[in-house]
């Protein structure tokens, strides 16, 4: 493919998706995929097709249908695509589009195996290509492209990226930064798995080079240790205001939340001590997820 | 998904890893026999008794009825009755155990495997697990086994070996001969233990496990390496593919209500706290936890009823938390995305009149599409429920229940 026009597009995007992208559905025939394929659309996200094999020369939702990702890209110019695509299939999914040259790979489904999520992750390592999830809400530019499930109103436009490990609470996030009138400009749901494509990290580094991105919110709970690494890379690098919340104070040690990777395993992983550890690093941290919008409005009148 | 040791150690047997050999039994009067067939087929002439439950802590934990330890060593076949009777169907409480005792319905009467031979006895601790950082499995051991690791890693953390396997290659043959030579053994040992090695990886990777702890992994006097116990975790995700796995969960480990809660795909866990919650999604479902922590309560579950909260599944939702008679006051917190919040709003007022006499105060926060309509429906129903749309209204109100 033509690598140079692909390279120059990637520098308009705002982070990751954009009016631009040309997004497929894989899993698009069936009813979730359905569903929020047409929600997409509605969104005015540039869905350009989807894939489910077996089905392809088909036209569904008024866009074509493709045997395989590969023929998506060679026909339709595919560079994004979304996976509603069941557990026990989905990392065959996820490869199937890093193989075939797409750039940003949202993996929505919840519940794939984590021996399955190893060998993805060691697939794509060499793969020029950014995943997102699994089990995630997906990725959203306000006012551009919605790659996900995510409810779009909520999401005005603005200048504050958002990076979270859960759906739901990351629409009462947008819901605040909306609400103290500062919007948001790309929204990452990185997911709650135990092995994700992108981390907090690399969400942060994406929001920090973004030059319509004023400011973060960085939205993380119990397990693991992604938050923390966030946080130093930040503590090193970063250049904007970023306000943290960690969920899961009150969890039980060794009991899973809900995510997969909700799960409390030493000292380490606590709310308690990655809030500890955000904190030292300079980050502005709510205890209350209530106060999110808040302490961010609050760090924009400092600056002002 | 746990499971029990008896049940850790046949996935290992099934894959050639050594094991300390057993026979489970549920009811005292198959003792004997059980004890008989085990040295038939081992030539033990001591037993370990062993109860099953899913917790750690067992050798140094009490039957509460009896006053015997969850482990015990009978020295001859003489013994057994009354060691069986010392620990099965009593309820036995451990450190790991969280204050409660559990019942042991079964116990694993093993063979002895601290003979006395020619060479030293040596006690090793390994564990498989996904390390989560790097996305790979990888293999932790050390030298001190048969004490809680935790405490090894706090004293002596440079007695902790790791060894990371590569996802698309697999454990290899000098890796597993590098952590025998790390183990400091030698000769047939040596051998046993690197053979030991690889069979526990690929048991690992075959089950689809997310852990296996096996503390200890003993090196016998004659030199055989074995696992006398096995902690062994399944990914839940991935019981799909083992049928034959799946059942071997016991739910009378799980708690009833949870279980309960499972049927109906609700995603529930019960806690030891006064306010209820029923929330979508599981991140905001935590942070609603923490919010009844901020407000001065305590949760008392957590409960994610995920995108599809119907009149059924509220109702559902309710039943079960109004089940535990330490609720005092039950917060709903709905985000309604693609879920429309009056839909909500109609499912909690058909919930609250089919389940009819509810007394605690019911606080509804509904926030997202049609979050107006949802909140005039409730106002409007005369039911006795507080209705709040921002998050921090939310967290004021139950503060202000509590305080009546």
Known sequence: ?304 | MNLHEYQGKSILKSYGVGIQEGVVIDSADQATDAAKKLTEETGTEWYVVKAQIHAGGRGKGTVEETGSHGVVLAKGIDKIPEVVNGILGGHLETAQTNGKAKKVGKVLIAQDVYYPGESEISEIYMSVLLDRESGQNVIVYSTEGGMDIETVAEKTPELIYKEAIDPALGLQGFQARKIAFKLGLSGAAFKAMAKFVNSLYNAYVGCDASMFEINPVLKTSDDKVIAVDAKVTLDENALYRHKDYAAMRDISEEDPTEVEAKADELNYVKLDGNVGCMVNGAGLAMATMDIIKFSGGEPANFLDVGGTANAERVEKAFRLILKDKNVKALLVNIFGGIVRCDRVAQGIVDAYNNIGDINVPIIVRLQGTNAIEAKKLIEDSGLSVHSVTLLQEAADKVAEVLAV
């Open chain 1, 1 to 304: 493919m033509n690598s140079f026009v692909v390279t120059k597009k990637y520098k308009k995007m705002a982070v990751l998706v954009n009016k631009e992208s040309k997004v497929i559905v894989q899993g698009f025939t069936g009813s979730e995929g359905t569903f929020h394929a047409g929600q997409m659309i509605e969104y005015g996200t540039n869905v350009v097709g989807g894939v489910t094999p077996g089905k392809g020369g088909q036209t569904h939702l008024d866009r074509p249908v493709f045997n395989s990702v590969a023929e998506a890209v060679e026909k339709a110019g595919a560079d994004v695509s979304i996976i509603f695509v069941p557990p026990a299939f989905a990392a065959d999914a996820i490869m199937e589009a890093a193989e075939a040259g797409i750039k940003v790979i949202v993996a929505i489904t919840e519940g794939i195996p984590v021996a399955d999520m190893t060998k993805v992750k060691s697939y794509i390592t060499n793969k020029d290509c950014t995943l997102i999830g699994p089990n995630c809400p997906g990725v959203i530019t306000a006012g551009q492209a919605k790659v996900g499930i995510m409810p779009g109103f909520i999401f005005k436009e603005g200048k504050i990226g958002i990076v979270s490990k859960s759906g739901t609470l990351t629409y009462e996030a947008a819901d605040q930064i909306s609400k103290v009138g500062l919007g948001v400009t790309t929204a990452i749901g990185i997911g709650g798995d135990p092995i994700i494509g992108t981390t907090t990290r690399d969400a942060v580094q994406l929001l920090m080079a973004d030059p319509e991105t004023e400011g973060i919110v960085v939205i993380g709970e119990i397990g693991g240790n992604l938050e923390a690494e966030a946080a130093e890379w930040i503590k090193e690098h970063g250049t904007k205001p970023v306000v943290g919340f960690i969920a899961g104070e009150t969890a039980p040690k060794g009991r899973t939340m809900g995510h997969a990777g909700a799960i409390v395993g030493g000292e380490d992983d606590t709310a308690e001590a990655k809030k500890r550890i955000m904190r030292a690093c300079g980050i502005t941290v709510v205890d209350s997820p209530a106060h999110i919008g808040k302490a961010m409005a609050e760090l924009f009148a400092v600056k002002a």
